[in-house]
């Protein structure tokens, strides 16, 4: 799997709340298989970005509300690619509603519509039920009191019902939840006050919200919970509680509780592949390092969390260079423990010393970043970085610039992504085994010689999406 920069945000949390929706397709018409992703552009505003297939490149970003607090919104498209979007209002934090209509290939931006205004709203989650009845739970904030609220629209959103809608529950001290439709029904998974989690049905049209069903209790229940819907109408949920587990409701009954990850999740999402479920997710490995996991389930049982994208993990090869001693010392082991000061040549006692001296990270597939945490920080030296392209090693500069390793923690971006990459860019073999190499070689001698730590290709993720 590639990776690919699309864009840019200064928000501080572009991709928001981990069961909400942010990456649509068309499914119908002249541009079915057109990805949409809308996202938080600023810390207040949303922007939609398109692409089609093979996706490699994305339309200029269109800004489709001005007026968004920086917090998570939630949207859902229809057959039609007309957009539907729910969202905190700036300064007010009053719930609002937007539809972005699609025509020959494009959206048109609605006005904004008020929800509800009266409390302050967060986390929205939006559904329609057919034909034209909108649905958001969000939660509704009085003091240091949270509620979860269910309100309606029959008129594709233009007017809401008169209050905060119904309430599944509250006043208690913290509450998020997810609306999704399936076999007719309504179902609206929450957690609340840290320590439960429950969800809520009603058939379309008719009555109110069951009362609650327990999905899981104990501590540690938060945002980070996803439901999703298969082919077949099985629904799939994923939740945190210091654990990472799974349930499936079949219609009649719900599974027991399956264990995916103990270690436990951030935003975990679940996915169906031929009606196969595989639970995504992030789970931290060090200081600014997350990893990007996924776990399918194969025969009745889900397999362990797996690095999604190849060329974010732990290195395959490290190896340290002394020109003086004319020796390299494998430290791929070392590189991947946060045991500290115990990445150095022997000859050296450092990472680096002098002229000639060089640090080799090598990776099976190719990579466009790295993780360094240095022990001791170096002092009065430089490196020229570089890659081998099948016959000789190449300088370049890295994205972020020029890096010394002179301090004591760096998230190093070689090149602006995957597809940066350079095409000439060949594995070589280093101290017996063949990779795709970056070396930084030293070209002016250290007078305090760095040492490290960890050296890692893991970036620092700190939200991500699956399409809805």
């Given at each position: 799997?590639?990776?690919?920069?699309?864009?840019?945000?200064?928000?501080?949390?572009?991709?928001?709340d981990g069961s909400a929706r942010k990456l649509l397709r068309i499914?119908?018409?002249?541009?079915?298989?057109?990805?949409?992703?809308?996202?938080?552009?600023?810390?207040?505003?949303?922007?939609?970005?398109?692409?089609d297939p093979p996706y490699d490149n994305?339309?200029?970003p269109q800004t489709i509300a001005s007026d968004s607090a920086d917090s998570p919104f939630d949207c859902f498209m229809n057959t039609n690619g007309d957009i539907f979007l729910a969202y905190t209002a700036a300064t007010t934090f009053d719930m609002l509603h937007r539809q972005l209509t699609f025509s020959s290939g494009s959206w048109t931006v609605g006005s904004a519509n008020t929800v509800y205004s009266v409390d302050d709203c967060y986390f929205p989650s939006i559904t329609l039920e057919q034909p034209n009845r909108l649905w958001i739970t969000y939660t509704r904030v009085v003091g240091s009191n949270h509620y979860i609220n269910a309100i309606k629209s029959d008129d594709w959103g233009v007017t809401w019902i008169v209050g905060a809608g119904e309430e599944l529950v509250g006043p208690v001290t913290s509450a998020y939840s997810q609306i999704i439709i399936a076999d007719n029904q309504l179902y609206v998974f929450y957690t609340y006050s840290g320590s439960n989690f429950v969800v809520r049905n009603k058939f379309f049209f008719v009555g109110a919200f069951s009362s609650e069903v327990p999905l899981a209790s104990g501590t540690g229940f938060d945002q980070h919970f996803h439901a999703?819907?298969?082919?077949?109408?099985?629904?799939?949920?994923?939740?945190?509680?210091?654990?990472?587990?799974y349930r499936e409701f079949d219609g009649s009954q719900w599974s027991t509780v399956e264990n995916i990850d103990a270690t436990g999740g951030q935003y975990p999402r679940v996915g169906f592949i031929d009606n196969a479920a595989t639970v995504y997710y992030l789970q931290n490995f060090g200081s600014n390092q997350t990893r990007l996991l996924y776990a399918p389930k194969e025969n009745g049982a889900f397999l362990a969390g797996a690095d999604l994208i190849p060329s974010w993990t732990q290195l395959d090869s490290v190896a340290l260079f002394s020109q003086s001693a004319g020796t390299y010392v494998d430290l791929t082991s070392e590189s991947s423990t946060s045991a500290a000061a115990d990445i150095f040549h022997p000859t050296s006692s450092a990472l680096l010393d002098t002229i000639g001296d060089a640090v080799y990270f090598g990776h099976s597939a190719p990579f466009n970043y790295l993780k360094l945490i240095l022990s001791t920080a170096g002092v009065g030296g430089s490196v020229t970085?570089?890659?081998?392209?099948?016959?000789?090693w190449v300088t370049f500069t890295p994205t972020d610039g020029a890096y010394h390793l002179t301090s004591s923690s760096q998230e190093l971006t070689l090149w602006a992504d995957g597809s940066a990459a350079p095409t000439d860019w060949q594995q070589t073999v280093i101290n017996g085994s063949s990779r795709f190499y970056v070396r930084a070689i030293v070209s002016a001698s250290y007078s305090t010689k760095p040492v490290a730590t960890q050296l890692t290709a893991i970036a620092n993720l700190s939200e991500f999406i699956t399409e809805a």
């Open positions: 799997m590639q990776n690919e920069l699309i864009t840019t945000s200064t928000a501080g949390s572009p991709l928001g499914t119908e018409g002249t541009y079915a298989n057109r990805l949409v992703l809308l996202y938080q552009d600023t810390p207040s505003s949303i922007s939609l970005r398109y692409a994305w339309s200029t999703r819907v298969a082919a077949d109408n099985r629904i799939g949920v994923t939740y945190d509680d210091g654990a990472l587990h970085w570089q890659y081998f392209d099948g016959s000789g």
